[in-house]
């Protein structure tokens, strides 16, 4: 009998920055269908408007679903998303779909795009909360900074 661990098949998501290409994912396995998806030219930049606020707080997710075209487009990319999930579950060859979302920066439209998309696929497949690499990457460098020596 096959280890039912080895049937589970899962959906990864990431935000990451194009100015950051040492945090990008490292080239998945055979086993991983992944896919890159640029948000610079779909989502407006917040930058300018919320300074050091990231995307996964509310005031940015409101203001960036406020603007024009936005919801059609998570839409679109959510139905594109659940096209590669399902071709990876009736695939032998594939146990894992990763999503990469970049933008410039990656802390603000890459984030917001992860949260929403993560957040629509929990209630479908098997993803866990997006995992933010940029952010992740300046906080690992931040708290290395402070941490005093012996």
Do not use: N
């Amino acid at each position: 009998m096959e280890d039912i661990m080895s049937q589970v098949k899962t959906v990864a998501i990431f935000s990451v920055g194009r100015r950051w290409p040492d945090a990008y994912p490292k080239a998945p396995d055979k086993e991983v269908l992944q896919y890159i998806v640029d948000v610079r030219s779909a989502i407006p930049d917040p930058g300018e408007v919320f300074p050091g606020q990231d995307g996964t707080t509310d005031t940015v997710q409101d203001w960036i679903l406020e603007q024009p075209g936005v919801e059609a487009w998570l839409v679109e990319t959510y139905m594109m998303v659940r096209k590669w999930v399902r071709a990876m579950e009736e695939s032998a060859e594939f146990d894992q779909v990763s999503v990469v979302f970049m933008c410039e920066g990656g802390f603000q439209r890459s984030v917001f795009v992860a949260e929403q998309i993560a957040k629509r696929l929990m209630l479908y497949t098997m993803c866990s909360a997006a995992t933010h690499l940029t952010m992740e990457r300046t906080r690992i460098a931040k708290q290395a900074a402070t941490t005093p020596t012996t």
